[in-house]
Nanobody
Framework: EVQLVESGGGLVQPGGSLRLSCAAS????????IGWFRQFPGKEREGVSC???????YYANSVKGRFTVSKDNAKKTVYLQLNSLKPEDTAVYYC????????????????????WGQGTQVTVSS
C-alpha cells in the first residue's frame, strides 16, 4: 500500500519559515516525481513545486526564490522549505507522487499524480 504522509505544517508569522516533509512508503520503485500542491478554501488545488526522479526541481512563479524542494533518498522523504512566508501562502499543503517525467508544462497537472497525502495546514498570520 502506498502512503504519503506530510508533516511540518503549523502557524508562523509573516516572514517566517517552515519545513514540510513528505514521507513515502510502498512506492514500487524510485521513478516517481513528487509534487507539492496547496489548496486555498473554495479553490482548486494548485501546484507549488515538484522534484523529479532524476533531481530536477520545478516551482510555481508565486513561490520561486522563497520555497526550495529537496529529497533524501535514504529516508524516502521529500522536503519543502518555505521561507519568507506571506499570509497569502496560508493553505493546506499536499504532496503527491506520480510516475512520469515532469516538464515545465506538466509538473503541476494534478491528473498526472497517482497518489496523494492527507495534507498539512500552513497558516501565516501575525
Amino acid at each position: 500500500e502506498v502512503q504519503l504522509v506530510e508533516s511540518g505544517g503549523g502557524l508562523v508569522q509573516p516572514g517566517g519559515s517552515l519545513r514540510l516533509s513528505c514521507a513515502a512508503s510502498g512506492l514500487p520503485n524510485d521513478d516517481y516525481a513528487i509534487g507539492w500542491f496547496r489548496q486555498f478554501p473554495g479553490k482548486e488545488r494548485e501546484g507549488v513545486s515538484c522534484f523529479s526522479s532524476d533531481g530536477y526541481a520545478y516551482y510555481a512563479n508565486s513561490v520561486k526564490g522563497r520555497f526550495t524542494v529537496s529529497k533524501d533518498n535514504a529516508k524516502k522523504t521529500v522536503y519543502l522549505q518555505l521561507n519568507s512566508l506571506k499570509p497569502e501562502d496560508t493553505a493546506v499543503y499536499y504532496c503527491a507522487a506520480g510516475m512520469f517525467d515532469p516538464y515545465p508544462s506538466t509538473w503541476y497537472l494534478r491528473a498526472l499524480y497517482n497518489y496523494w497525502g492527507q495534507g498539512t495546514q500552513v497558516t501565516v498570520s501575525s
